[in-house]
């Protein structure tokens, strides 16, 4: 457990000297993302190297309890044999496995408590690093619409510091002048194009509508005074 917690303890410290140094979100995200998957492909080794020295001290510790049914089936032998000497060697041997194999149950209970708190740890390593890659994409979505709408924000500070705004407006009041003056001139020239004199005494003269309907007036007027008559 105490290699998983250096790992651990390794990444905090990078992690946070690349936020002291206020380096891209997005760089440092897939930063602590290596870092992580590099840490959990050790963690992962160590707990594989823990159980392959559990498996081992099973394996003795099986050994022993085979080599102490050993020595007691040869301390009664030696006792069928009325050799009382050779049976009670048996029987210390027996007793030095029976040891041995005390110690090797001891042995494998803290094993395999270090073992488990190494599987635990390297399934909550497993879970954080999924988490990351999660929250990756999403992460990266979120700080590019934040830098865009800070460029955004400084475009329009510096368009109005530079008084750019205060620019187009008088450009398009030039503008608007100079299409009233444009126009001004047009009527100028059509107006005064031609005979000026000949086109005010026309304008005097009646239309050809007025002349019309005055003549039906005066048709009308000697109608009513002959019938009047």
Do not use: C
């Not at 206020?22 to 959990?40: G, N, R």
């Not at 690093?129 to 979120?142: A, D, G, M, Y």
């Amino acid at each position: 457990m105490g290699m998983l917690t250096r790992l651990i303890n390794v990444i905090r410290s990078n992690l946070n000297a690349l936020l002291n140094r206020a380096e891209d979100p997005a760089k440092l995200l897939e930063q602590t993302l290596v870092d992580m998957e590099t840490a959990y492909r050790k963690a992962k080794d160590q707990v594989a190297r823990a159980i392959a020295d559990q498996k081992r001290m099973e394996k003795a510790a099986a050994e022993q309890t085979g080599a102490i049914g050993t020595w007691e089936q040869r301390a009664i032998t030696a006792v069928q044999q009325g050799d009382d000497a050779l049976a009670r060697e048996a029987l210390q041997r027996k007793q030095e496995h029976q040891r041995m194999q005390q110690q090797y149950e001891q042995e494998l209970v803290a094993h395999g408590e270090n073992v488990a708190l190494l599987k635990t740890g390297l399934h909550e390593l497993g879970e954080k690093i999924e988490e990351i890659r999660r929250k990756k994409q999403l992460l990266i979505s979120r700080q590019r619409r934040t830098e865009a709408q800070d460029a955004i924000h400084q475009t329009l500070e510096g368009v109005r510091s530079a008084g750019a705004l205060e620019t187009i407006e008088r450009m398009e009041h030039k503008i608007d002048e100079m299409a009233a003056l444009s126009a001004a001139r047009r009527e100028l020239s059509a107006e005064f194009q031609g005979d000026a004199l000949e086109r005010r005494f026309q304008e005097l003269g009646p239309s050809e509508e007025v002349e019309a309907e005055l003549l039906e007036l005066k048709a009308r007027a000697q109608l009513e005074d002959k019938s009047g008559t």
